[in-house]
């Protein structure tokens, strides 16, 4: 880790911080495929439910949390930062109306699989993910569950390396990934994600000068809520590399179609998909061995009968071809 | 024995082998068919020769012009399909838009002599070109690199700059103005001054300030004149002499309305909801109206969020559909299938689906409704009937006092302009043969009239209470115009509400009344609008059940997940809307708290108040026997503010609005926000109402920071809106 003055506002101290480990995260091979849109669409919805995890996996859960009825086991960042809204360092960058990504992800999810929002959590993509969890996934998650539980405090590192991405990278993401799924920026279907509001107010944020805003009044509240203390800066700092690898592990996760890899050709249809057999299939398999079985039955084609049909058949095939 | 039970088997095994190849064909033989590459549409369009060729390109569709932009969030791409536009319309010159790295540079100095290239450049970062535009940058920029001339020289090119950048960054424009450096060192002559847009606040002014002076520049360099363009059409209409009726559209709003297939339902695909309850909310009706209508979304896959937006997609009046298909002179032809075609599909598109019918496009698909534009009445001026009616629009559309007064005041559609200035009679009601017909190209009436947009209403439920019914709460938009001295005073009824209006009559199997006469009112017309409202084809009715297009628009406009936090909503008449929601969203959590914790709950929960405003409890109260329920389940966390401005007064006399009653509550509401960190919502007129409240929420926050309104109670409000305590959903 590159040593920062740590008498620096901590907004600095993080942005030096981690200049090493952001660039490698940028010049990642997912990275670039994920800015230049060239993921398969089935991939690039992958990633979408994989950030919702990460972002925040259940809401209902949470809810249901501050009411004191149950405890969400694993943690994900939106939940953790509502449990922790009051922990003073945490609270001046506590605003979820402005930042939070989780219900954007579900509803761009839906978008584009054109399935329902309620109903996306049964798509195949999203069983077989679950099925199997990729490891990076659960180590962000398992990350954010041990922070929550040892120090809150920390979770700052995470919203600051993922809203500030959001607000810059994922700006240039939005344009790219409109053009290569056949999104609507116009409307923003399929793109909330990577949309946000305007800072105190409900129109939406459109301009790069827009996104600075949001961006210099998430840094003065981080300096505002961690005011002068060097340990936990220091503890910051570290946690914010530790986030930049969790990203990293994500994009590293990702796997990227060769033939695709090409930036400006754009993926105009979905893949197809799997090549396993619905139950409709080998139903109607069943059922046309049935039907031959009972057609061949019913026409006399089996047995003695059907041993001289046979042989009447090859003398005519014969007596064709002589 | 066993010879046939072989034979048995082998015949029972070819079926079966020939069954299981038939049905898995696609897998089996997938791997033989050639993959389908897919190719993006736009290098799809040019047949022959190399598709990174742009000067082939231009010569191929007669493009004097070529605009490049460096984009990467699409604001640059925005402006230079601007400038394209503008370079039509004015001079009547075509555009080949260009994104650069989908183009080769060494023939640049092969534009000809005739011709321009534009460069909208945007700088990124820290002075940085768009990842887009990084070749060509390097291109222009690396000596070493030869145009076909051999050299890297581009003398005598003309060439217009206009940059985008962020003021607030260092490096401000740098792209552009390297642009600028770079080609004026290479011999190319810069047309006009270089455009600066700075995206921190001012992009669309400066962007206004530099075009005049630029396209002045330009038809004195390009030798062309202003106002050979008025007439290149946008489109081309086309009459379709047979087609598939089932193909044609009538009004829905999209192919899977139209071929009745199964998919999501968003802006781009409304749901026909049916309406399940529809009633009348004000107590007395005689001169208002405010619907309640309940839209059922049970298998819709709509789901929604309490302070969601709800998009009804109306169609305009009979009517005003009437008068201006007699206007236009299509009356006659009104059902003819009609096919339109973008003439340049990069600058304009198609604004609604097509093929179609003049009535529908007039009905569904365009707003007709709205008071005519200044500018298109000088463009219609041509297609005048008599010279009195052409001077009479062209006075209008250069004289913006008249036009105030007679049209915008006047609340003229453009079918009763249209009449006006023909002089036909506005208050019967329209026909052929007592209207004036113009022969108005009906592309320029496709490319002058916007679309007809959804009109969103604030939902008025929780899905926690409804999970399959979305609430509209709408006040019905009837006004009386200004009179003048061409038109008198009419009634004016605004398209959304008086459609929803319409269908709660049907629903209901009523019959609309008379529009009330009370005031002494010299309007002429005093029936409600009809519409079409069983919608194309039928669609939006189903015996007794009538159906409204509608689609959820997402909102921020949400409570705060934590019900120990205090709230307080303010939100006088139909901006109560969005607090019926909110409230129930509390029931319902209030519900599952006790049944799991017992009755005291709530106990911790954090104070809810709403701020309500009417004329008259006995007039127009909404939702008037709802509340006490809410009240009694959130027990005792849940206090309503009512100003009844017709029924309770000062002692002064004067009236008590809702920003009253807030200052009245001053201490609570202190506390709620400062100690609770509790949240503020406003619903409601943005104009009066919603700047009333700020302001006195500025003056109690001040005071009870011991400080002033205008510097402690502005930061404070400030603040709480930066931290999204503060939120509005208001409207003018």
């Excluded at chain 2, 080769?104 to 945007?122: R, T």
Aim: charged share 20%.
């Amino acid at each position: 880790m590159a040593t920062v003055d740590l008498n620096l506002p901590i907004s600095e101290i993080l942005h030096k911080g981690t200049v090493k480990s952001h660039d490698e995260v940028a010049k990642s091979p997912g990275a670039a495929a994920l800015v230049n849109a060239a993921l398969p669409r089935e991939e690039y919805v992958r990633f979408l439910m994989i950030l919702w995890h990460i972002y925040g996996y259940c809401s209902f859960f949470s809810l249901l949390d501050t009411v004191g009825l149950t405890i969400a086991v694993i943690s994900a960042i939106e939940e953790a930062l509502e449990r922790h809204a009051a922990n003073t360092v945490l609270q001046p960058t506590y605003n979820p109306i402005l930042l939070a990504r989780k219900s954007s992800l579900s509803a761009d999810i839906s978008a584009v699989l054109q399935v329902p929002e309620s109903s996306w959590q049964a798509h195949p993509i999203y069983t077989s993910l679950m099925a199997s969890p990729p490891p990076a996934l659960t180590a962000y998650t398992s990350r954010i569950t041990d922070i929550e539980s040892t120090d809150p405090s920390l979770l700052l590192a995470h919203s600051y390396a993922r809203y500030l991405g959001d607000l810059s990278g994922g700006q240039v993401i939005k344009h790219r990934t409109a053009k290569a799924y056949g999104l609507d920026e116009q409307s923003n279907i399929g793109l909330s994600f990577y949309t946000f509001r305007q800072l105190g107010s409900s129109v939406p944020a459109t301009s790069q000068g827009d996104m600075k805003k949001i961006k210099v009044w998430f840094k003065a509240g981080m300096d505002a809520g961690v005011g002068d203390d060097t340990k936990l800066k220091e503890a910051l700092l570290r946690e914010a590399n530790t986030a930049f690898e969790l990203n990293a592990g994500l994009l590293n996760d990702l796997s990227i179609d060769e033939k695709l890899q090409q930036p400006v050709v754009p993926i105009l249809q979905p893949v197809p998909a799997e090549k396993t057999y619905s139950i409709a299939t080998v139903f109607s398999v069943i059922t046309a061995i049935c039907l031959a079985h009972f057609l061949l039955v019913i026409g006399g084609f089996t047995g003695a009968k059907g041993y001289s049909k046979l042989l009447a058949a090859e003398q005519w095939v014969a007596s064709l071809l002589s | 024995m066993a010879s046939t039970s072989s034979s048995d088997v082998l015949v029972l095994a070819v079926g079966v082998a020939l069954a299981a190849i038939y049905l898995f064909r696609d897998q089996l033989f997938a791997q033989a068919k050639p993959k389908s590459v897919p190719v993006p549409t736009s290098k799809a369009s040019n047949g022959s020769g190399n598709p990174r060729d742009f000067i082939a390109k231009m010569k191929e569709g007669k493009k004097r012009l070529v605009i490049f932009y460096g984009s990467q969030t699409g604001t640059a791409e925005e402006y230079a399909i601007r400038l394209a536009k503008e370079a039509k319309s004015k001079f009547g010159l075509a555009s080949l838009v260009c994104d650069p790295e989908e183009y080769d540079f060494e023939n640049l100095d092969q534009l000809p002599e005739d011709c321009a290239v534009f460069f909208v450049m945007a700088t990124y970062g820290e002075g940085e070109p768009t990842d887009n535009a990084v070749t060509l940058m390097q291109n222009l920029e690396d000596e070493s690199f030869e145009f076909s001339n051999g050299e890297h020289k581009l003398e005598g090119l003309k060439y217009v700059v206009f940059s985008l950048g962020n003021k607030t960054y260092e490096h401000y424009n740098k792209i552009g103005r390297d642009v600028d450096n770079v080609l004026t060192k290479m011999g190319a002559i810069r047309i006009g001054e270089r455009g600066e847009g700075d995206d921190d606040k001012s992009m669309e002014e400066d962007y206004l300030e530099w075009k005049d002076g630029m396209w002045d520049a330009f038809s004195a360099a390009m030798g062309v004149e202003e106002g050979q363009g008025g007439d290149t059409p946008d489109f081309a209409v086309t009459e379709l002499e047979s087609h598939p009726p089932e193909k044609v559209y009538l009004g829905e709003l999209s192919a899977r309305a139209l071929t009745k297939t199964k998919g999501i339902h968003d802006a781009k695909n409304p749901f026909p909801a049916p309406i399940s309850v529809a009633r009348e909310l004000f107590q007395s009706t005689h001169d208002r109206n405010c619907v309640h209508i309940e839209l059922n979304t049970e298998s819709s896959g709509i789901s929604y969020q309490h302070g969601d937006h709800v998009g009804v997609w109306p169609s305009n009046p009979d009517v005003e559909v009437t008068r201006l298909l007699c206007a236009l002179g299509l009356y006659e032809k009104k059902d003819n299938v009609i096919g339109i075609e973008s003439l340049d599909p990069a600058l304009a598109k198609v604004p609604f689906p097509v093929p179609t019918t003049y009535a529908t496009v007039l009905r569904h698909y365009i707003d007709i409704s709205a008071v005519a534009g200044r500018q298109i009445l000088g463009a219609l001026s041509k297609f005048a009937p008599n010279p009195e009616a052409e001077a009479f629009l062209k006075g209008l559309s250069t004289n913006k006092e008249e036009y105030h007064t007679l049209i915008a005041n006047g609340c003229l559609k453009l079918g009763e302009v249209l009449q006006l200035a023909a002089g036909n009679d506005l208050s019967a009601a329209p026909t052929p043969e007592n209207t004036t017909a113009w022969t108005i190209p009906f592309d320029i009436i496709v490319s002058s009239i916007p679309r007809l947009q959804p009109r969103y209403y604030s939902i008025s439920s929780s899905p926690k209470l409804h999970p399959n019914s979305i609430h509209v709460t709408a006040v019905v938009l009837k006004y009386e115009s200004i009179p003048n001295e061409r038109v008198n005073g009419r009634w004016i009824f605004g398209v959304g509400s008086n459609f929803l209006l319409n269908l709660k009559y049907a629903a209901n199997g009523e019959t609309a009344p008379l529009v009330a006469t009370g005031s002494e009112s010299k309007a002429a017309s005093v029936t409600i609008p009809g519409y079409a409202i069983e919608g194309p084809r039928g669609a939006y009715k189903q015996e007794t059940i009538y159906k409204a297009p509608i689609h959820v628009r997402r909102s921020t406009f949400r409570l705060p997940t934590n019900p120990k936090s205090p709230v307080i909503m303010i939100g006088p008449g139909t901006g109560v809307a969005p607090f019926r929601g909110f409230i129930q969203e509390r029931v319902a959590l209030a519900r599952r708290s006790i049944e799991k914790n017992g009755p005291d709950a709530l106990a911790d929960w954090g104070r809810i108040s709403l701020f309500y405003g009417c004329r008259k409890s006995t007039e127009d109260f909404l939702y008037k026997d709802e509340w006490p329920q809410y009240q009694e389940e959130l027990r005792g966390k849940f206090t309503m503010h009512c100003a009844f401005s017709r029924e309770v007064y000062r002692p002064d006399g004067s009236k008590i609005y809702v920003q009253d009653l807030l200052w009245d509550d001053r201490e609570q509401v202190a506390d709620a926000i400062i100690n609770g960190k509790g949240y503020i919502y406003i619903c409601g007129d943005a104009k009066s109402m919603s700047k009333a409240v700020e302001e006195t929420l500025a003056k109690i926050l001040g005071e009870a920071k011991g400080g002033s309104a205008d510097v402690e109670g502005n930061a404070e409000v400030k603040l709480l809106k930066e931290r999204s305590r503060l939120m509005l959903d208001v409207w003018s």
